[in-house]
DNA sequence: CTGAAAGCGCTAACAC
DNA sequence: GTGTTAGCGCTTTCAG
């Protein structure tokens, strides 16, 4: 009852263990003969080779590992695509992804695991721009590549997010609509100088755009949350009165944003509009009117780095990879024609009604 | 520069191989003296035992595999999280977690991945009630367990969020806050027909539940979209003016209720109090005010499933555990007393402005 | 083009 | 208590 080895798919088509192998792994020609009765063999025999065996013997185990930190607040169906896409790759390309979750800086246990040998090659997440992760791989010796990438690339494989390009569709989409006075919200300063990637990377290419442009870059730092984003609104709109649009890399602080609007009796988008970066349909589409995103090509990314990797694992002096993949700009409702500003209500809140007890 | 053997640390200790490998595993008594100097010399040349090797030896490979279905629109945070619970849970017992990304009906490449004899074992997760998945396992004969169960349990382990002891919370936690017309906004009707166990569960909980508490059981199925969310509700008003309390089933729903409560010039949670079930905190503090939640334990369901299995493996006869576990109520901004229906505005819409082309 | 046989690094009898 | 050794199922020389 238990699985047929390789032996056994020998003996019932007449050939040496050896050659099956061989016909298993095309690692020497075989005759479409004997080829023939051993695929025939196996089918009927059901047989699917020993993955440890194989791996034992071959000193390739066909495994790799999915680095990614221990969950922080804020990871969603984003990080969840990159999983799946990067767990999806794998299987396809005849691989196992195995997940590893860890603490950045448990780094001992980083290589205890690798030591056990048991994966080829490693897949890094949510790499931040001074990640001591990176070095310690380079150090094992172990192949690896990465979804995102720290401040200095050097000579390792990585996919990422193009920030600046995703930054500047946005920003360039706006003013196409009419837009000259855009404003940048952003994660909280404590991510910012803590070197968080993407807070730091879409912060410059807003500057670098708007600039360019001929616009004033104004920019927010916010808290992770509605409230945050409701108080950070209202003070932006005090300092900059005539901005009629925002580009957003905070999703909490946008649903705030939009309901600091609408307390002010604003409406989106026709009295602002906002582009939400980095947003996954999911999260853009709890909204109303639905949010106009940049969403992020997540599971492409997953799948990106898997074969970056695999490659690299197969054909050992391959040209190394580096591929940035800007967010694709999704239209949705809360952008429109830039308003004029004197037009737009000027109360702070739009409601009717007072609150009762 | 390749790792170090077992062998080699025999020498070191100057013991024999089989010796080193019991006090590894404990497998057989060995004497203090010897266990120092097989540890010391383990330490010292920084000894990983072979995964594969010791695999293949001992026919359990210390990998299982986490069975979860492509990604449907609607996995989010709380799906990463039963993942990561699941990872960390399996790491902290010895064990491996690959990734088996999966069409729920692609039963085929589930059984090749099974005989390749990678894993121990199955842990399957968004178990449909009429799940074809389960069915093939049982009959391939490795073991395995669930998280969510289908229509009838036998014999399998599982563990599954409590969804009528959920759905029973919410409603005594609002008809505690003297609320007597409750609704409950589930998901589409079709996930329901489709044996979508947690629309099924939810709303048999909900009527059991309304009906024991002598109220009468009003109920909406709703497209998972903020837009469905904002009609639904006019429409329920329309019907049922006297709801004062929303037990929701729906997050992109539960948005739009909240901005068609707004629009209505209601205020949230003076006119119309929400409980929002099964939603993680990262959603749930996306809207103002934050929504009082029925939060899932993700990460323990994960891990429950993971520590589940792996004692299944560990020890073969060991009692079925079949384990229910509510959601925890988190009381943030969207739940308050029970308003006089009659004094709550009437209009369709609050908003002072109409819109302007 | 095919076979025979030596490991891969470890576990688990079987000896003492 | 400890040592010796036969595999686990496969890959890959080395012969033919």
Redesign the interface.
Known sequence: ?S?PTMLEVAKKANVALSTVSYALNGTRPVSEETRLRIWQAMTEL?Y??????R??ASKR?R?IA?LFP??P?????T???F??GA??AA?GMGY??????MEIHAVGELQ?LV????VDGVLVMEVRLNDERIELLRQI?VPFSMIGRPAAVSDIGFVDIDFEQTTRDAVTYLVGLGHRQIAFLNHAEEAFTAGYGPSVRAAAGFNLVATSAGLTPISRFCGD???AG?DVFEDLIAAHPDVTALVTMN??AT??VM?GA?RR?W?IP?DLSIVSLVSS??VA????P?LTAMTPQS?QLGRLGVEMLIEQLEDGNRELVQQLLPCRLVIRGSTGPSPDPATR?HQKS????V??G
């Open positions: 009852m699985a059901g699917q080779p020993h993955a440890l065996a791996g034992l185990s495994i999915l221990a969950l607040r804020g990871f969603g169906a990080e969840l695509e999983v799946t767990a999806e299987q196992h992804l195995v997940l590893w979750p205890q030591r056990q040998s048991l010796g949350s509605a409230m409701q999703e909490p649903f705030g309901q609408s009796g409406r026709d349909a999911r589409e709890m909204t109303l639905p599971a209500p739009g409601s009717s009604r609150a009762t």
